[in-house]
């Protein structure tokens, strides 16, 4: 072969795959043009945030008395009762209730002078619970506090973890799920800007679930979480928007 042709031959093929490589690309990109052309509606999620305060604080605790005798257990457990009356009272709160009081007999066994075990009443127990409730958060976060001093009091109370709750969590919820629907729209708008299109109606909204949780902690559940445990609270919700595109 002429040593003259080689290069000829090599252009050629070059040639050959330079318009293969351009047939390809131009195919691709119509491709990819017709998508977009073709894609009527697009789905995006928005969320929202808002940082709260409990305004409703709920407080729980129980005093327990037990006596061999009904009658004693149950002025013992009034006695405390007012004594616990009187510490919620010297605290400013004014809103609380007492619960039924609650009678459980205290079982054991005893031997007759038959030498034979026999099932016998040993005596009474008493419990009687307590609820609080208020806005005043300080005052009730003294109030557990210093829940303690009872027991100097002799009145054997335990109190459980305070519930902090949000009041204005509906008001709220309602808000943000439109502001996430408009932070939806926002992020569609981007994002069809940046495809040469522009947004036209809402066509579907999936609200999720709402997110209550203690403030800064990032916290999430799929069925969503209603936290009690903490003062101070961050609400998010989340929707997921389709829109029509024009």
Avoid at 29 to 43: C, D, E, G, R, S
Avoid at 50 to 69: C, M, P, Y
Avoid at 144 to 171: C, H, I, N, W
Avoid at 181 to 208: F, N, V
Wanted: net charge positive; charged share 20%; aromatic share 6%.
């Amino acid at each position: 072969m002429n040593t003259h042709s080689k290069p000829h031959l090599l252009g050629m093929i070059a040639g050959l795959f330079l318009a293969a490589g351009l047939i390809v690309s131009a195919s691709l990109a119509t491709t990819a043009w017709l998508k977009v052309k073709n894609t009527q509606f697009i789905t995006v999620k928005g969320s929202a945030r808002k940082n709260v305060s409990s305004d409703l604080v709920v407080w729980r605790g129980a005093f327990t008395r037990q006596a061999g005798s009904l009658l004693v257990a149950q002025k013992s457990l009034k006695a405390d009762a007012e004594k616990l009356r009187l510490f919620i009272v010297s605290h400013g709160l004014t809103n609380f209730t007492f619960t039924p009081i609650a009678i459980e007999e205290v079982r054991g066994t005893s031997t007759d002078v038959a030498g034979l075990t026999q099932p016998r009443v040993l005596g009474y127990r008493l419990t009687q619970a307590v609820r609080v409730e208020s806005g005043a958060v300080e005052l009730m976060a003294k109030l557990d506090r210093e829940s303690v001093s009872l027991v100097e009091q002799d009145v054997m109370f335990t109190a459980q973890v305070p519930d902090f709750l949000y009041t204005k969590a509906g008001e709220a919820k309602v808000e943000m799920l439109a502001e996430a629907t408009r932070d939806a729209r926002t992020r569609a708008e981007q994002i069809a800007l940046q495809g040469g299109r522009s947004i036209a109606q809402l066509h579907t909204a999936d609200m999720g679930v709402i997110q209550i949780a203690p403030i800064y902690s990032g916290q999430t559940s799929w069925e969503g979480m209603n936290d009690t445990s903490s003062l101070d609270k961050t609400i998010t919700a989340v929707v997921t928007a389709t829109f029509a595109l024009k």
